[in-house]
């Protein structure tokens, strides 16, 4: 028998909340007061208002409530969560999957309190990660401003796809028509101009050599019609491109107390700034929650998983994942993965056994690898192994034998390595 560390796994006073929208379920569970061993336990309604949660927590602190838990149900716990906090209360956000109610019993919001007040009690419920309040705001800017970005690039999806109902071929010649001389032959078109040849000179720099295939690019029916909806859309996207301006600048604003921690994710490679600033805002910067970087890549759902029952694997979803990083380790696996780095070559070396998806959650698994290292120390930096790091570590020998046995196999014919040399083994006659 091996001895085990077990920290106390009983809260003498602890509260549980069955939230909703309009009002919730407290259940507060404290000691008897005559008789040691039991336990005394009360219910209170309340609405959500901010009166009425003042007025829970008065409650709360009458009974010297020490550890208050909440599931996390749509985004109703927020609030709760946010005003317990401030008035000073130990809070815990449990995920509803793992404390969730045995079959056979009545399902109701009163007994969906109690139950969770004793799940906590006796300590069979874990935490889920909230980041503190400075990384909560950052966190609401840089998915907005993503937001932002997204719908101005589906704004400018669909003006591609206006002018190609009017035959307007600009997509097929000038890479970024919303760029200064796209815009302004868009802006040209609105107001009436329909020459191509008028609309072609408006080409600037080395676009002006193209102006032969930009006359017949401009060459179809442009009406009206169009003219209208086009000037909503770039009128739209001018609007979203602004206030994603204004976010950049309150984002700077919020990343100022972590800039040193952007400056460190800002040297791995494929990591600009803004990437920086979103990893961050999703991570945070205190990695103490995270003992390891396998829980870190583990929580961010980038890990390969098994689940094997009675000898049998068996295939199951990999949970429900933080889109939002998932969404930017993707942009920086695809800024390196044609890169001539260490990142680099790993995608690309597992990409051709295993295909990109894979190669994508790996080297996504690596970048939250580097990334909790450096968090972890402040005084580390990042510094790239180089792109021949695996060739550099190849046995020779053991990798001429592998082709050899590879080649045998194709040709049917013997080989053997002899002094670093592979050697056709000719077969005796007859």
Known sequence: MQEVDEQDLYVDRVAALDLGKAGLEACVRVPHEDR???????????????????EMADWLRCQSVSRVVMESTSDYWKGVFWLLEAEGFDC???????VKNVPGRAKTDKA?????????????????LVQPAPIRKL??????????????????????????????????????????????????LIDGQRDPKVLAGMARGSMRGKIPQLEEALRGFFTDHHAVLLRIMLAKIDRLSDQAALLDA??????????????????????????????????GVEMSRFPTAAHLVSWAKFCPQTHESAGRKKGKGR?????????????????????????????????RRRGKSKALVAAGNSVLTVIHQLLSDPQAHFHDLGANYYDSRI???????????????LTGQKIVIRNGKAVLIEPEAA
């Not at 997204?150 to 591609?160: F, G, L, S, V, Y």
């Open 36 to 54: 040691p061993g039991r336990r005394m336990q009360e219910i209170r309604a309340y609405a959500t208002t901010t009166t009425a949660l003042l």
């Open 92 to 98: 815990w956000l449990v995920n509803a999957r793992q």
């Open 112 to 128: 969906d309190a109690v139950w969770l007040a004793k799940v906590a009690e006796r300590g069979m419920c874990r935490p889920s």
């Open 139 to 188: 966190r609401d800017l840089t998915r907005y401003r993503r937001s932002l970005i997204e719908d101005r690039t589906r704004e400018m999806q669909r003006a591609e796809k206006l002018l190609e109902d009017a035959q307007v071929k600009l997509s097929s010649v000038i890479s970024d028509i919303f760029g200064v001389s796209g815009r302004q032959m868009l802006q040209a």
């Open 250 to 283: 309150e984002i700077e604003q919020a990343i100022s107390p972590f800039s040193a921690q952007a400056a460190q994710l800002d040297e791995i490679t494929g990591v600009g700034q803004v990437a920086a600033q979103e990893l961050i805002a999703e991570i």
């Open 319 to 351: 949970g429900k994942d933080n889109r939002w990083l998932a969404g930017t380790l993707g942009r920086i696996v695809f800024s390196f993965g044609k890169t001539d780095t260490f990142l680099g070559e790993r995608y690309r070396r597992i990409a």
């Open 395 to 409: 046995n020779k020998d053991r990798r001429a034998r592998s082709l050899a046995s590879q080649l045998q196999a």
